[in-house]
């Protein structure tokens, strides 16, 4: 205890000298593959670039001032949101229902689980093409099915028309993006002890009583965590909106990552995009930090 | 342990050995790299046997292909360029040369001089300031396919075609006409009816330069309100259209939904491959009454990068790449008309589809040559959009978008 004591005061130990040298590889991947290109879009944000994203000159906030004259960016800021929000809430429940229906013991339980996982196996822009070919409005397994079924002769233009473009954007988003929430949930609800459940069937509460002071106060730390990663990953889900829409109608399905895409590769505007990555950036920090301040006060 | 030491630095030694031997081979080999477009109608196979075929004459060069779906070509470009990690050539829409023209490097000093004069002139559009900056791979002037089990006789006006249009129109079997609505890399359908009205994306200055933006002249909105009106007016056109990219138009082309669609020679090629059941041949694009026929002119280039390490490799590709041998199979697997003058003689090229194309030649005229064309492109897809969805009139869209690429090209 009083080696430890000593040793923790210690910077360079035998053991801490091992642990440096093992960093050093992770460390210059970070430094050059992560941090240098986030410090190089910071820095492109204050800057006039070329058509190939080199700096030029500096220009201060000329970029950001650039942004509030792009008549589209502010639809696109708020729809970023309301993508997001909606993709995420509906992860979030339908995760829950569908652990507490993965947690109950039954037959054939393994071959749900499994398939369960097949969405988040697979490779996000080969799913992505499948649902493309799914809402296709002539050869597509979705109205080919509604139209066999007689629900409709007349089926939709899923990909055609703004509202339903988003929502069927919206949807492949939830439809990859539930098998995680719902395993992340399932693990957390098999991690609740059982003699908590018996001791609420003694005191005589139901099943929703049961979830509610139960379940919910217990899975509380893992939805928080869960839930932020899924606004992070959604906020920045480029594949499914880029193949499946680009954007369209109209640019009515962009959102901030798929608009940062068009301003650099397509209009060659690289400082503008630069100054929309900072405040994606920005926003998802403010939201991490948000998450963290009450997922810590929570353990306290 | 000694032993174990021992031997991985054995081991570390075999390696940077054997690491410097394999160096020095490769150095032998001159390595070049090419972006390659898929075009429509071009097969993998082509690119292995082209790969193979300039190795096996050049067996001190290595040929790499990276293929890339013509859509996307752009993007990847713009990705290698700002990574410093350019290749070596790249298959790249004309049009971009202005993007591009400080990364290039003129061809002329590094091919022969028999390849160069092969060329066919009208087809050398890659030219700024009097310098040939990349040469033409692929040139297409815009035809009519229409079904020859449906349609007697082709329309030769817009007006023409709305009538053939609503008489053989039997949805969902037979849609009248095909229509893209959804963004793609060009601006295709509308430019086929606004030259067709006898319009011009640019007014040119006196000095010859291109001025304010015209997308907005009664032509513009001439031709805007007829696509309009055959969307959802007659409703002639395929429903849904803003879900339609020209690839996905063509489908429906092959697939045999479609009476009538404008597209380039390589539809030709694609409904040959497929050997459709239903029977259709080429004609003139329609133009408006009162207008002169036109059409759309579009040619790609091979481009090739000053980065190139090895300038003289590149030069032997291009005139490998201009040889009969490739030509031929090149323009007959994508349907364009060949670029080089002894390819033009062969007998496969003698078809009505390449006859139509040749007549075409003399009234089509190409893209604006601006550095700022994809993003006008994108504002004017906008504009088209907005009025397929009922959210703008022909008018108010063409002046808004004209409007916006004045204030981002800074008039």
């Known amino acids: 205890m009083i080696d430890g004591v000593k040793q923790k005061g210690h910077f360079w130990t035998t053991e801490s000298k091992l642990a440096y040298v093992l960093l050093i590889p992770g460390t210059i991947f970070l430094l050059l593959f992560m941090f240098y290109p986030i410090f190089y879009v910071f820095l492109m944000s204050l800057f006039k670039t070329s058509k190939l994203g080199k700096i030029v000159e500096f220009i201060g906030l000329g970029n950001f001032k650039y942004l509030t004259k792009i008549r589209d960016f502010w639809d696109v800021l708020g729809r970023s949101f309301i993508w997001t929000g909606f993709a995420v809430l509906i992860k979030t429940l339908f995760g829950i229902v569908i652990a507490l229906l993965l947690n109950v013991d039954y037959r054939g339980r393994k071959v749900y689980r499994t398939l369960l996982i097949l969405p988040w196996a697979s490779s996000v822009p080969i799913s992505v093409m499948l649902w493309q070919w799914v809402y296709n409005a002539d050869f597509g397994l979705l109205n080919q099915t509604l139209k066999l079924l007689h629900i409709t002769q007349n089926p939709p233009f899923w990909l055609a028309y703004p509202i339903p473009a988003f929502f069927a954007a919206i949807w492949v988003d939830i439809w990859i993006g539930i098998p995680f929430m719902s395993l992340v949930f399932l693990a957390g609800l098999q991690a609740i002890p059982k003699d908590l459940y018996e001791a609420a069937v003694v005191d005589g509460v139901n099943a929703i009583q049961k979830f509610r002071f139960v379940t919910l106060p217990l899975l509380k730390n893992l939805i928080v965590i869960a839930t932020l990663l899924s606004i992070l990953w959604t906020f920045n889900d480029f594949n499914t909106i880029y193949i499946l829409t680009k954007g369209g109608p109209i640019n009515t399905t962009d ?46 | ?109 590094w091919v022969s001089k028999a390849t160069i004069d092969n060329i066919q002139p009208g087809a050398k559009e890659a030219v700024v300031d009097g310098v040939l900056y990349a040469l033409p791979d692929a ?74 933006c015209t997308v907005n002249s009664p032509a513009g909105v001439k031709a805007l309100t007829f696509m309009n009106d055959l969307v959802n007016k007659y409703k002639v056109t395929q429903p849904g259209v803003t879900n339609y990219t020209r690839d996905d138009t063509q489908d429906l082309m092959i697939s ?48 090739f990068f000053n980065t190139s390490k090895n300038k003289e490799m590149v030069g032997k590709f291009l005139d490998y790449f201009y040889s009969d041998e490739v030509q031929i199979p090149f323009q007959k697997l994508v349907g364009f008309p060949p670029v080089t003058k002894t390819a033009g003689k062969d007998p496969f090229f003698q078809t009505p589809v390449y006859k139509e194309m040749v007549k075409a030649n003399a009234v089509a005229k190409g893209w604006p040559l601006m550095a700022e064309w994809s993003e006008a492109t994108n504002t004017i897809w906008d504009a088209i959009g907005k009025v397929f969805l009922g959210k703008a009139s022909p008018q108010d869209a063409l002046d808004d978008a004209a409007k916006q690429i004045d204030t981002m090209r800074g008039m």
């Not at chain 1, 901030?256 to 920090?285: C, D, E, H, Q």
């Not at chain 2, 396919?145 to 009538?163: A, C, G």
């Not at chain 2, 380039?264 to 694609?270: E, R, S, V």
């Open chain 2, 139 to 212: 040139i297409g002037p815009r035809i009519m396919f229409y079904r020859t089990d449906l349609i007697d006789t082709p329309p030769v006006t817009f007006e023409d075609m709305l009538s053939i249009a609503q008489k053989v129109n039997n949805p969902p079997d037979i849609y009248g006409v095909g229509m893209s609505g959804k963004k793609y890399a060009e601006l295709t359908e509308f430019v086929y009816y606004f030259y067709g009205a006898g319009g011009d994306f640019f007014e040119t200055t006196s000095d010859g330069k291109l001025g304010k």
């Open chain 2, 256 to 303: 045999g939904n479609l009476a009538m669609m404008m597209s380039g020679g390589f539809t030709g090629a694609i409904l040959k491959k497929q050997n459709v059941s239903f029977g259709w041949a080429p004609s003139q694009m329609p133009y408006f009454k009162g207008s002169k026929p036109s059409s759309l002119l579009v040619t790609d280039s091979l481009a």
């Open chain 2, 1 to 109: 342990m000694i032993a174990v030491s021992l031997l991985v630095a054995a081991s570390f030694l075999l390696f940077f050995n054997g690491g410097t031997k394999e160096k020095g081979k490769a150095a032998e080999k001159a390595e070049i790299s090419i972006i390659w477009a898929e075009y429509d109608g071009l097969t993998p196979e082509f690119a292995d046997q082209m790969k193979k075929g300039f190795e096996e004459k050049y067996p001190n060069a290595t040929l790499t292909v990276i293929s890339t779906p013509w859509n996307q070509v752009h993007d990847r470009l713009i990705t290698s360029l700002g990574g410093d990690n350019p290749p070596d050539m790249s298959i790249i829409g004309t049009r971009w040369v202005l993007e591009f023209k400080d990364q290039l490097e003129p061809p002329e000093k």
């Open chain 1, 255 to 300: 959102i901030l990552i798929t608009f940062i895409y068009k301003y650099s590769f397509n209009f060659l505007r690289f400082g503008p995009a630069a100054a929309m990555a900072v405040i994606t950036f920005v926003i998802l920090l403010a939201i991490s930090i948000i998450y963290s301040r009450f997922y810590f006060k929570s353990e306290e």
